[in-house]
C-alpha cells in the first residue's frame, strides 16, 4: 500500500499519470529496492533467520494488493471530485 501512496501523494490535487513522469521514475527505482527487500527479508533463508520472518502465504500478497488498488481507486475518486468543486466554485 505505501507504493501505491508515495504515487497518490505526490499531487493533492493532480491524478498521479499527469504528473512528471522523470520523478515517477526515480519513485518506483526506490520502490523497486524496497519490495527487492521485502522479498529478501520475507523468502531467503538469511533473511529469515536475520529479521525473524517466514515466508508470506499467498492470499496476503492478494488482500495487500487488492487493498492497494482499492486506496489508488479512491484517492483519484476523492482528487477529482475536489477538481470538480474547485472548478464550480470559480465559474
Do not use: H
Amino acid at each position: 500500500m505505501q507504493v501505491a501512496n508515495v504515487f497518490l501523494c505526490r499531487s493533492a490535487s493532480e491524478p498521479f499519470w499527469r504528473l512528471p513522469q522523470r520523478a515517477s521514475a526515480f519513485i518506483a527505482a526506490g520502490m523497486a529496492v524496497e519490495v527487492a527487500a521485502i522479498l529478501a527479508i520475507d523468502y531467503t533463508p538469511a533473511g529469515n533467520t536475520l529479521f525473524g520472518t517466514a515466508p508470506l502465504p499467498a492470499i496476503v500478497w492478494v488482500f495487500a494488493l487488492a487493498s492497494a488498488a482499492a486506496m489508488l481507486v479512491l484517492e483519484e475518486g476523492r482528487k477529482a471530485v475536489a477538481r470538480r468543486q474547485r472548478l464550480r466554485r470559480s465559474a
